[in-house]
T-cell receptor, first 111, second 112 residues
Framework: AQRVTQPEKLLSVFKGAPVELKCNYS??????LFWYVQYSRQRLQLLLR?????SIKGFTADLNKGETSFHLKKPFAQEEDSAMYYC?????????????WGLGTSLAVNP | EAQVTQNPRYLITVTGKKLTVTCSQN?????MSWYRQDPGLGLRQIYY???????DKGDVPEGYKVSRKEKRNFPLILESPSPNQTSLYFC???????????FGDGTRLSIL
C-alpha cells in the first residue's frame, strides 16, 4: 500500500544550524513527491516538488529512489522557518491520481 | 486573485444541528477536496471531487456529505454533527487530481 512516513513529529534546532526533515515513501510505481509548509495560522502552501528540482527559501529536496526518500534540507535554518511541514506523494490509482500525506513534522527554530 | 474561499472561518455549534461549510475556488479547477487536520493525525482526506457531479470518499468520510453541482463550489455538509467532528477543516483545489493544491484558510469547527 502507498504510504508516506515522516518519522519525526517535532524537530527543534538552533538558528543557523542545518536542518533535515525526513520523508520516506512506499510506492512501487514512479512517484511524484511534494513538500508543503504551513506557517502558524496560515494556509498550507506548496513549498517544492521533486520534478522541478528547485530551491525555495533555501530548502532543497532530492528524490532518492533507492532509499525511497525525499528529505527536505536547509543548510542554515532561520527562525522564520518554524512551521509545520508535510510531505505528500502523488500516485496513480487506476485511471485516477491521488495524493496521500505524511503526518507532518513541526519544525521549531530557536534563536 | 486566485484563491480558495471557505466560510465560515470559525463555528461553535451543538450536536445534531446540521451545518454546511462552503468552499469556492475561482481558478476553474477540476479537482477539489476536503481535509480535516487533527493533532497527531496530520491531514486526512474526507471527500474529493474529480469534476462536476463526480465525488468520491476519501479516508474519513463517515458523518460527512459533499456535493459538486458546479465546478467552483464544493460544500461540506455535516447532517448531524458530533463532538468527534471538532476539527480544523481545509478545502483545496487543483487543476487536475494529484497536482499541487491551493488551500483555503481553514474552518475551525467546535461541536459541543
Amino acid at each position: 500500500a502507498q504510504r508516506v512516513t515522516q518519522p519525526e513529529k517535532l524537530l527543534s534546532v538552533f538558528k543557523g544550524a542545518p536542518v533535515e526533515l525526513k520523508c520516506n515513501y512506499s510506492y512501487s510505481g514512479s512517484p511524484e513527491l511534494f513538500w508543503y509548509v504551513q506557517y502558524s495560522r496560515q494556509r498550507l502552501q506548496l513549498l517544492l516538488r521533486h520534478i522541478s528540482r528547485e530551491s525555495i527559501k533555501g530548502f532543497t529536496a532530492d528524490l532518492n529512489k533507492g532509499e525511497t526518500s525525499f528529505h527536505l534540507k536547509k543548510p542554515f535554518a532561520q527562525e522564520e522557518d518554524s512551521a509545520m511541514y508535510y510531505c505528500a506523494l502523488r500516485w496513480r490509482a487506476g485511471n485516477n491520481r491521488k495524493l496521500i500525506w505524511g503526518l507532518g513534522t513541526s519544525l521549531a527554530v530557536n534563536p | 486573485e486566485a484563491q480558495v474561499t471557505q466560510n465560515p472561518r470559525y463555528l461553535i455549534t451543538v450536536t445534531g444541528k446540521k451545518l454546511t461549510v462552503t468552499c469556492s475556488q475561482n481558478m476553474n479547477h477540476e479537482y477539489m477536496s476536503w481535509y480535516r487536520q487533527d493533532p497527531g493525525l496530520g491531514l486526512r482526506q474526507i471527500y474529493y471531487s474529480m469534476n462536476v457531479e463526480v465525488t468520491d470518499k476519501g479516508d474519513v468520510p463517515e458523518g460527512y456529505k459533499v456535493s459538486r453541482k458546479e465546478k467552483r463550489n464544493f460544500p461540506l455538509i455535516l447532517e448531524s454533527p458530533s463532538p468527534n467532528q471538532t476539527s480544523l477543516y481545509f478545502c483545496a483545489s487543483s487543476l487536475l487530481p494529484g497536482q499541487p493544491q491551493h488551500f483555503g484558510d481553514g474552518t475551525r469547527l467546535s461541536i459541543l
